[in-house]
T-cell receptor, first 110, second 113 residues
Framework: EDQVTQSPEALRLQEGESSSLNCSYT??????LFWYRQDPGKGPEFLFT???AGEEKEKERLKATLTKKESFLHITAPKPEDSATYLC???????????FGAGTTVTVRA | AAGVIQSPRHLIKEKRETATLKCYPI?????VYWYQQGPGQDPQFLIS???????DKGSIPDRFSAQQFSDYHSELNMSSLELGDSALYFC????????????FGDGTRLSIL
């Protein structure tokens, strides 16, 4: 069974204080690893797809990286508007459904 | 850009009642997914449809059923509702061409009294 573990559960940052979120996974062949951002009461908002080890994607203050066993979401110089829950999900090679981790809730204080 | 539309946004029901949730996917997306997110939990896959045919089934109770119609919209039908069915229900859509990511609607918040 596919497993996704995210750490830490919660992260409190000062504005401008860079940090990283971890997503460890086990899957029987990886079609893709996805990062989403979720605000309270809203649906997950797509951020990145990573397909193979060594791949990196960047968008504004966010950068996602992938190895064979884990992915990192780096937040550089965060702003209060980056406060959200960040979800990691894997899609196995023999399927299309997503298995999500429990998420990391990031709070950025001004 | 068009997004996934879900209705209603909020629904309040009593135990043993039925509920129907609707989802309108992004145009030209061929696959629709339903997920359930309990309070403080991650989304759990329920069921998916590819080109109007059921393609995968997850932890969906037998009391729930779903279908996708000729216009590609999908409905999740829930019967004999229980208190534990209270959750956010998300619909997502994607295109398998190029393995595009799933895009989610803002969900239906179902509360069972």
């Amino acid at each position: 069974e596919d497993q996704v573990t995210q750490s830490p559960e919660a992260l409190r940052l000062q504005e401008g204080e860079s940090s990283s979120l971890n997503c460890s996974y086990t899957v029987s062949g990886l079609r893709g690893l996805f990062w989403y951002r979720q605000d309270p009461g809203k649906g997950p908002e797509f951020l990145f797809t990573l397909y193979s080890a060594g791949e990196e994607k960047e968008k504004e203050r966010l950068k996602a990286t992938l190895t064979k066993k884990e992915s990192f979401l780096h937040i550089t110089a965060p702003k209060p508007e980056d406060s959200a829950t960040y979800l990691c999900a894997v899609q196995p090679s023999n399927d299309y459904k997503l298995s999500f981790g429990a998420g990391t809730t990031v709070t950025v204080r001004a | 850009a068009a997004g996934v539309i879900q209705s209603p946004r909020h629904l309040i029901k009593e135990k043993r009642e039925t509920a129907t949730l609707k989802c309108y996917p992004i145009p030209r997306h061929d696959t629709v997914y339903w997920y359930q997110q309990g309070p403080g939990q991650d989304p759990q896959f329920l069921i998916s449809f590819y080109e109007k045919m059921q393609s995968d089934k997850g932890s969906i109770p037998d009391r729930f059923s779903a279908q996708q119609f000729s216009d590609y919209h999908s409905e999740l039908n829930m019967s004999s509702l229980e208190l534990g069915d209270s959750a956010l229900y998300f619909c997502a859509s994607s295109s398998r061409v190029g393995n595009q990511p799933q895009h989610f609607g803002d969900g239906t918040r179902l509360s069972i009294l």
